[in-house]
């Protein structure tokens, strides 16, 4: 089952939970995991809280580990202005720390 959205640019965070429920619910199933993928390369999908602070902290966050305003070797090679792996460096740095 698919579902499409739209961002507001990067550093975009976007709760889909609703949505997801929604699917899960259309679904009819009763047990089991819901995986969910993405096919583009800049989305990261990760769990957080909704909370306003925690929101803004997790982009200040993005900022620092991938500012946008730098220039980064992959980008003019692939014909893109910003890093792609930005989201991905994110969520592979929050998965690190909640495994530890």
Do not use: H, W
Not at 44 to 60: C, V
Not at 84 to 94: D, E, G, I, T
């Amino acid at each position: 089952m698919r579902f499409s959205l739209s961002t507001k640019g990067s550093n975009d965070i976007i709760d889909i939970t609703l949505q997801i429920s929604q699917v899960v619910k259309d679904s009819k199933i009763r047990d089991g995991v819901c995986f969910l993928s993405s096919p583009g390369s800049t989305v990261g999908l990760t769990t957080i809280e909704a909370e306003p602070n925690l929101l803004s902290d997790f982009k200040e966050f993005l900022e620092n580990i991938a500012p946008l305003d730098k220039s980064y070797l992959v980008a003019p090679s692939a014909g893109i202005s910003i890093c792609p792996l930005r989201s991905n460096l994110a969520l592979k740095r929050v998965c690190a720390q909640n495994t530890t």
